[in-house]
């Protein structure tokens, strides 16, 4: 009997394959977020690099689209489309001949006669060998063979698969396909003239005539685009040959086509096509010609150009709306390979996995980070952080949360790798009591059984960090690395010391409080004005709330204040006016009055920054950090945060 063990789920487990690697995906993920892209950039990145240890991205594909494309743009070009047809129609005749030779008869003669007075063109004896009786029956069958190839290579020009659907494109079919010309063509008539087709005559449509569009649009722009784009890749094959073969190709179209109506109903789809979709490169002429000759592998290959056409349109992903989804994996198996198909599989499953990862959610067609995903975003900012720390002074560890060395609190909480070991042995063994279940006298502890006393008793801390974003921050190198510490500050706050509070307020013309999801999601901002005067009121208010708290503000800035409020308006001025000073240290000292510390992280060493810094620091009786680098700023916040504890 087999046995199945089972554990709670922690978050750490992988619910997917081998082949999606969930924690290289959050992890490049978040590495993209903490650079600035957001939850929708940063899946679009993702989406167009791939992991690049497992699988590649849609640009890899564009890529190996392109070099399929030089590939064929380097094939010899065919000089004469028709010959194969020429040589067919010559062998067909020669069989005809030949069954004429063995009857003495005088008919037999005529037909002789009427095949040496055939026209050279190839339209001509199509049309002169339509209305001849054959003798030979296998001449005759694969003359006919031969009008319903051609027959349904163009019609297969505007409507892909069309011998698939129909077994065949025989006379009789070709009722079939007028019926359906004649309800598409009333069809954009209505959609040109802005009154129709309503969705359900759009669907009534494809219940009807569905097996002509195996791209199955799902509404009339879809198969719009569809027509249209076949249309137009037949247009500039056409322009791509000389005037003579545009000719002979034309008149051998009405020779196998053979229906007046027929002819005016694909002329008026054509126009219609034309006037719909003008964005299209119409009689642009086209390079895709095929290997060697003849009219098959000619507009095969314009078949597959267009099919090229429509893959890099979907993998560019660049039109309104635009989805992974889209993108076709028949499609790209048979232009670039059932390993690419593969790989656009995994693709597809990237956004559902940080789904399933609890990273991100979609509400209303917008990507959101959940509080699961800032948390990993933060210990990833704070991982950055712990990895620079030094290893040689006293507290340094690389893990986020340690036990005290205090008095004993009373309260116990689960071991983690980097805490003092001071078991508390009554829970420890509690726990391994409890893992176990029944024992014969003896318990094994296990890691995950072990409890610690919790020590010291912490008081609470309020924190406001000022988040400068100007526009000289990112100017300066200085607001991906101020944004990576926002978070890891948040992160720390959150594991370590949970009975503290962090708010997060950034500020340029005006200051405004920011959650760290919105902190993940937002950039710089594209104004002027760095506008501390609003920030400290705005501090001030949040941390009157925290009464029984000690209180903090962290300020992270390049530049001295050059704006304050007047009203509800704001005033800039460069260099910074002495009322905008006067007014920024004012709202600082009704800061420090109100028992709230200040540090203040000054990410530039320019004179007149120093000069603000040293007078705002006297007033409110703060410190003062000069970041050497912008990369240090996030060890500088998180080990004074920390030490300061």
Do not use: C
């Not at 001849?132 to 003359?143: E, I």
Request: no cysteine.
């Amino acid at each position: 009997m087999s046995r199945h063990n089972y554990s709670e789920w922690d978050g750490t487990q992988n619910p997917w394959s081998s082949d999606i690697p969930i924690d290289e995906i959050v992890a490049e993920f978040s590495e993209d977020l903490l650079a600035g892209w957001g939850a929708q950039g940063s899946i679009r990145r993702l989406l167009d690099e791939g992991v690049q240890s497992r699988f590649g991205g849609l640009r890899s594909m564009r890529d190996r689209l392109d070099h399929l494309r030089e590939a064929g743009r380097a094939q010899p070009k065919g000089e004469d489309i028709l010959s194969d047809i020429r040589e067919r129609l010559d062998h067909i005749v020669e069989m005809e001949r030949l069954e004429l030779s063995l009857d003495d008869g005088e008919a037999a003669r005529f037909k002789e006669v009427a095949l040496d007075a055939l026209p050279a063109g190839v339209a001509r004896q199509i049309a002169e060998l339509g209305q001849y009786d054959f003798a030979s029956r296998p001449a005759g069958q694969d003359f006919r063979e031969l009008v319903d190839e051609l027959r349904a290579q163009m019609l297969e020009q505007q409507f892909a698969n069309i011998s698939e659907a129909l077994g065949s494109v025989t006379q009789e079919d070709l009722f079939k396909v007028k019926d359906m010309l004649a309800d598409l063509n009333v069809m954009l008539d209505e959609y040109r003239a802005g009154i129709g087709p309503s969705p359900e005559a759009f669907e009534d449509f494809i219940d009807k005539h569905g097996e002509f569009f195996p791209e199955n649009p799902q509404n009339i722009e879809e198969l719009l685009e569809v027509l249209a784009t076949r249309a137009a890749a037949f247009s500039r094959f056409v322009a791509s040959l000389p005037p003579n073969q545009q000719r002979e190709l034309a008149a051998m179209s009405s020779a196998v086509l053979d229906d007046l109506d027929l002819q005016f109903q694909m002329d008026q789809l054509g126009r219609s096509l034309r006037a719909l979709a003008p964005g299209q490169a119409w009689d642009v002429p086209s390079e895709a010609r095929g290997e060697g000759s003849g009219l098959a592998q000619s507009l095969a290959a314009i078949e597959q150009a267009s099919d090229m056409d429509e893959l890099d349109r979907l993998l560019k992903q660049d039109y309104p709306g635009a989805s992974i989804e889209d993108i076709d994996p028949d499609l790209i198996g048979r232009l670039l390979g059932e390993d690419v198909a593969r790989d656009l599989d995994k693709l597809r499953q990237i956004e559902r996995a940080l789904q399933e990862a609890g990273v991100i959610s979609r509400s209303g067609g917008k990507v959101e980070l959940t509080p699961r995903g800032v948390r990993k975003l933060g210990e990833r900012a704070l991982s950055r952080v712990f990895e620079d720390l030094t290893h040689d002074q006293p507290g340094s560890h690389d893990v986020f949360v340690g036990g005290g060395d205090g008095d004993l609190t009373g309260s116990t909480r689960a071991w983690r790798h980097g805490d003092a070991f001071r078991l508390d042995l009554r829970r420890t063994v509690h726990n391994a009591v409890l893992r176990e279940g029944r024992t014969q006298g003896r318990v094994k502890l296990k890691p995950e059984d072990f409890e610690i006393a919790e020590a010291e008793q912490r008081t609470s801390v309020a924190t406001v960090l000022l988040l400068d974003m100007s526009r000289s921050m990112p100017l300066r190198g200085h607001w991906l690395p101020a944004k990576r510490m926002a978070l890891a500050l948040h992160s720390l706050i959150s594991m370590q010391y949970p009975e503290d509070k962090l708010e997060i307020v950034g500020f340029s013309d005006y200051a405004r409080p920011m959650t760290p999801a919105a902190l993940g999601e937002i950039d710089w901002e594209p104004v002027y004005g760095t506008n501390m005067e609003h920030a400290f009121n705005l501090a001030g208010r949040m941390l009157a709330k925290h009464r029984d708290a000690t209180k903090q503000v962290l300020l992270v800035t390049d530049g001295e204040p050059t704006a304050h409020l007047v009203g509800d308006q704001v005033f800039f001025q460069w260099p910074p006016a002495w009322e905008t000073i006067e007014k920024t240290l004012r709202e600082a000292l009704r800061l420090a009055r109100s028992g709230v510390t200040m540090n203040i992280f000054m990410l530039e060493q320019n004179p007149s920054l120093s000069d603000f810094v040293d007078k705002l620091a006297r007033v409110v009786k703060g410190r003062v950090f000069a970041v050497q680098a912008s990369s240090d700023i996030g060890e500088m916040v998180v080990r004074d945060y920390m030490r300061r504890r």
